[in-house]
């Protein structure tokens, strides 16, 4: 695997130097650190720091070169059986944000050919919102065919997890975002996902510019039972 390349923008941020959907940023494992008394507080503090922030109240900066690679490395923690790696992501650079915005507007067209043009407009802006925006993508039959895709979308969600908690120990806010374009053939063709790809989400980090108060969170008696009583 090569080692990610980056270039500046123009603007004092760094992007990756290529756009190339079959791109699989290189992994970096970490020796085991032996836990202190602290871990176990500190790590429910940054959990319950995550929360969603809408994409167009993310702004610039977003995370630099050190930043990206950081992000990376948390999302290379993620569970995998038998190391496959059946998921990858792919960073989507200033440069390519009109060509997404046409991806998305062909999408719209595509599903309903009544589509106004400020409708058209309107998916098409979504394109240009956060500093840093990612397509997560699973390969749905990497590795033993026996293996569940269900546990190839487990792995993703905990890479994906860990790359937001990363981001949110930086001091970004992120989101997840999905949708009907996602699923397009033009937005698949565009890229060039083989067959038994697909792509969940959109991964959009950067600077909180305005935060809604956090919805609060699930009690853990909510969801957790005990079998057999």
Do not use: N, Y
């Amino acid at each position: 695997q090569r080692p990610l390349q980056m270039v500046p923008t123009g603007d004092g941020r760094l992007t990756p130097a290529t756009l190339d959907s079959c791109d699989v940023f290189p992994l970096f494992p970490m020796s085991p650190a032996t836990p202190t008394a602290e871990w176990p507080e500190t790590a429910l503090q940054l959990m319950a720091a995550r929360r969603t922030i809408l994409p167009k109240r993310l702004v610039a900066p977003g995370p630099d070169a050190a930043q990206l690679h950081q992000l990376f490395t948390a999302a290379a923690t993620a569970p995998d059986h038998d190391q496959v790696q059946p998921w990858r992501f792919v960073v989507i650079p200033d440069s390519a944000r009109a060509s997404l915005a046409d991806v998305f507007g062909q999408a719209l067209r595509d599903r309903d050919a009544l589509a106004t043009d400020a409708q058209v407009e309107q998916a098409r802006e979504k394109a240009f919102r956060a500093p840093l925006l990612l397509l997560l993508v699973v390969d749905g039959t990497k590795g033993d065919p026996a293996v569940d895709v269900v546990e190839r979308m487990v792995s993703a969600g905990a890479a994906v997890q860990s790359l937001l908690l990363m981001a949110t120990a930086q001091g970004f806010g992120s989101a997840l975002t999905s949708g009907k374009a996602l699923k397009a053939d033009s937005f698949r063709r565009a890229f060039a996902l083989a067959d038994g790809e697909f792509a969940p989400c959109f991964i959009s980090i950067g600077t909180v510019s305005a935060a809604k108060p956090g919805k609060p969170r699930p009690e853990p008696s909510a969801f957790v039972s005990t079998w057999g009583t």
